[in-house]
């Protein structure tokens, strides 16, 4: 059983460089000024095919200082500038430019190679974005060009001693899929993928992991308590869910929970949306999808500890059975809730899946991911997801994995004595939608989620709000698979991983 679905285009990651003749292989070399600078003729003539002398290429890298690609042989053997490291707050390696070389340097009609000029710790941040180049889904009647190969090969500008090992090379695989099957989910529409298309996708992952999935759905969430989640969703006609998945070795001594919000579709509800507003609501499901396709491929790597991935997912729809402004409801955490905006549901799903995590998984450590604002985009922009935690140490890790990875995050301030009150209501415990929309929103509705697990809870609790960084124009990311694959690669038996992480 293959874990994507079938797009046309293969990406195969490789450590090592082979002849090609570019008329059949058109041949994109990419990378920033300093390390295209460090390249000989000799280290990349094997990809020329004699179509590109000596000369040529060494002009071609001059003009690198003057322009962004520089063709060497008509459209077929490129060479592409990435920007220099100008940030702090950017990953040095800049991949967020690399999909616009790569739509622009390459023929996009038959095989193809990319050369990636780079150090070894900017190798994996720059296979996923290459992943991100190439969405799955596409239901265009004439759309598919038919099967072809892009290849990826290396070209490490540290020592001679360094290379990428076997197991390098499997872990940027795994990461491209999930993140390329996490786009798909997100890029599919509604009808295409409702909660029941949902949970399939993620049993067909469980079976690829030999993993039982737990699955909660329709009626049985109300029975047994999960007033969140079937509040939001009980109006759809596919039912909403709660899924599962664990993996829990023998001698694991801690125990990880990663819960996803999974929105297949959000009209607002009785608060509905806009005409235009509406349009693009298919991306609200965007952290479940993300948080499975890390869970796959953290997994299949091998990790050390207890890993849970909790799917939350509902349809927010309108009809006879819709929650209404007023309505109050009780969360599995017990909490009662006050419902005065409809379109305010993300955190009332993910209030469920959290104490799920706390109450029946005993988490040491909590991750929520979800495109749950649009103040996020106000806050902290297209590229950075909004980063809330308890725990400062989690804080300055997530930080440092989100730049080595390319899926940037940056913090907002925690401080629930000065933000929660935003959610005071007079007849219940809470409201669920904050009383002043200029009072660090984006805080606010991290921490609506966190107080279900409790201010005093002693582990880490950390938030991910990636509205914004979840698309880029009409197509899905894939942002969160190697954010979280980097934050909790120490657990992983892949060395790679555990080389770009921060031990916790």
């Given at each position: 059983m293959?874990l994507?679905?079938d797009s046309g285009?293969?990406?195969?990651y490789?450590?090592d460089?082979?002849?090609r003749?570019?008329r059949d292989?058109?041949?994109l070399?990419i990378g920033?000024?300093?390390q295209l600078k ?8 094997n990809k ?5 002398d000596?000369r040529t290429?060494y ?7 003057r322009c962004s690609?520089?063709?060497l042989?008509?459209?077929?053997v490129k ?9 702090r707050?950017n990953s040095p ?5 690399l999909?616009?070389?790569i739509?622009?340097g390459?023929m996009h009609?038959?095989?193809e190679?990319?050369?990636i000029?780079?150090?070894k710790v900017?190798?994996?941040?720059l ?6 180049c190439y969405?799955l889904?596409?239901?265009?009647h004439k759309?598919?060009?038919g099967s072809?190969?892009v290849k990826?090969?290396?070209y490490?500008?540290d020592?001679?001693?360094t290379a990428?090992?076997?197991?390098d090379i499997?872990v940027?695989?795994a990461?491209?899929c999930g993140i390329?099957?996490?786009?798909y989910?997100?890029?599919?529409p509604?009808n295409m ?5 949902f ?5 067909r992952i469980?079976?690829?992991?030999d993993?039982?999935?737990?699955v909660?759905?329709?009626?049985d ?12 969703g ?5 039912p ?5 998945l664990s993996?829990?070795p023998p001698?694991a001594t ?8 999974g929105i297949?579709?959000?009209?607002g509800g009785?608060?509905?949306?806009t005409?235009?507003g509406?349009?693009g609501m298919?991306r ?6 993300a948080?499975l ?6 997994v ?20 006879p ?9 009780t969360m ?7 419902i005065n905006n ?7 799903v993910l209030?469920d899946?959290v104490y799920?995590?706390?109450k029946?998984?005993?988490a040491?450590v909590i ?13 902290t922009?297209q ?34 004595e000065l933000h929660?009150?935003e959610?005071?209501?007079a007849?219940a415990?809470?409201?669920n ?11 606010c509705a ?5 107080k279900?697990?409790g201010?005093d809870?002693?582990?880490?609790w950390i ?5 914004a ?9 894939g942002y969160?698979?190697a954010l979280?694959?980097t934050?909790?690669g120490?657990?992983s038996?892949?060395p ?5 992480s921060?031990?916790?």
């Amino acid at each position: 059983m293959a874990l994507m679905h079938d797009s046309g285009v293969r990406l195969v990651y490789s450590k090592d460089r082979r002849s090609r003749d570019p008329r059949d292989n058109p041949c994109l070399i990419i990378g920033q000024l300093n390390q295209l600078k460090s390249l000989s003729y000799e280290n990349v003539a094997n990809k020329f095919g004699q179509r590109v002398d000596q000369r040529t290429f060494y002009e071609g890298i001059d003009l690198c200082n003057r322009c962004s690609t520089v063709n060497l042989w008509l459209n077929y053997v490129k060479l592409a500038v990435l920007p220099p490291s100008i940030s702090r707050h950017n990953s040095p390696c800049s991949p967020h430019f690399l999909p616009v070389l790569i739509n622009r340097g390459l023929m996009h009609s038959g095989d193809e190679d990319i050369v990636i000029v780079c150090r070894k710790v900017d190798a994996f941040s720059l296979a996923c974005a290459v992943a991100r180049c190439y969405p799955l889904f596409n239901q265009k009647h004439k759309g598919a060009i038919g099967s072809r190969i892009v290849k990826i090969e290396f070209y490490l500008t540290d020592d001679r001693s360094t290379a990428l090992t076997s197991e390098d090379i499997a872990v940027m695989d795994a990461a491209a899929c999930g993140i390329r099957n996490a786009s798909y989910i997100v890029d599919a529409p509604c009808n295409m993928m409702q909660t029941t298309h949902f949970v399939k996708e993620a049993k067909r992952i469980a079976d690829l992991l030999d993993i039982k999935p737990i699955v909660i759905e329709g009626e049985d969430l109300n029975a047994k308590g999960f007033g969140g989640i079937y509040g939001v969703g009980k109006a759809a006609t596919a039912p909403p869910a709660l899924v599962i998945l664990s993996h829990t070795p023998p001698k694991a001594t801690k125990t990880f929970a990663w819960v996803g919000k999974g929105i297949v579709y959000d009209t607002g509800g009785l608060c509905i949306k806009t005409k235009t507003g509406m349009p693009g609501m298919k991306r609200d499901c965007g952290g479940a999808a993300a948080i499975l396709g890390a869970f796959y491929a953290a997994v299949s790597q091998g990790f050390s500890q207890n890993l849970h991935a909790l799917l939350c997912l509902a349809e927010n729809a309108v009809g006879p059975n819709a929650t209404r402004p007023d309505d109050i409801h009780t969360m599995y955490s017990g909490y009662t809730v006050e419902i005065n905006n409809t379109d305010a549901e993300g955190r009332l799903v993910l209030s469920d899946g959290v104490y799920y995590a706390l109450k029946n998984l005993k988490a040491d450590v909590i991750l929520d991911m979800a495109t749950l604002t649009g103040a996020q985009a106000i806050a902290t922009g297209q590229y950075h997801g909004a980063l809330l935690t308890n725990q400062e140490s989690w804080e300055t890790a997530a930080v440092a994995a989100g730049r080595v990875s390319g899926d940037l995050v940056h913090p907002v301030p925690y401080a629930p004595e000065l933000h929660f009150p935003e959610f005071n209501s007079a007849v219940a415990d809470m409201l669920n939608s904050v009383l002043n929309r200029g009072n660090a929103q984006v805080s606010c509705a991290g921490l609506f989620i966190g107080k279900h697990i409790g201010w005093d809870y002693k582990g880490a609790w950390i938030h991910v709000d990636m509205a914004a960084p979840a698309y880029c124009g009409e197509r899905a990311t894939g942002y969160g698979v190697a954010l979280l694959l980097t934050l909790f690669g120490y657990a992983s038996h892949n060395p790679l991983l555990r080389s770009l992480s921060t031990r916790m």
